[in-house]
Nanobody
Framework: VQLQASGGGLVQAGGSLRLSCAAS????????MGWFRQAPGKERTFVAS????????FYADSVKGRFTISRDNAKNSVYLQLNSLKPEDTATYYC???????????????????WGQGTQVTVSS
């Protein structure tokens, strides 16, 4: 599986964006998917994850209630809807794939096997 993230851009505070991550390969539905982000000068941090069957979604506290992760296995894609954006959401956003091993949060980088190239989100105040 290879991952290609897109949808980033420049938006004003309070605005919205929708990030997409397209996966190639026939085993996409065997992977849990996640989004991470890395702000300039900071470590990469977890944002959201979703299991292969969409029976469990998990969010970082900082984005809970504002961001929504979803997936469409028929389209080999995972999405991240970003609403009520804040300047502190500015970062490069990465999608990642973790071989599915159970229904729980996939919130650690070490759980992930594959990474996309990142898409930049910039929120102006």
């Amino acid at each position: 599986v290879q991952l290609q993230a897109s949808g980033g851009g420049l938006v004003q505070a309070g605005g919205s964006l929708r990030l997409s991550c397209a996966a190639s390969g026939r085993t996409f539905r065997r992977y849990a998917m996640g989004w991470f982000r890395q702000a300039p000068g900071k470590e990469r941090t977890f944002v959201a994850s979703i299991t292969w069957s969409d029976d469990y979604r998990f969010y970082a506290d900082s984005v809970k209630g504002r961001f929504t992760i979803s997936r469409d296995n028929a389209k080999n894609s995972v999405y991240l809807q970003l609403n009520s954006l804040k300047p502190e959401d500015t970062a490069t956003y990465y999608c990642a794939a973790a071989w599915y091993t159970g229904t729980y949060a996939y919130d650690e980088e070490g759980q992930y096997d594959l990474w996309g190239q990142g898409t930049q989100v910039t929120v102006s105040s």
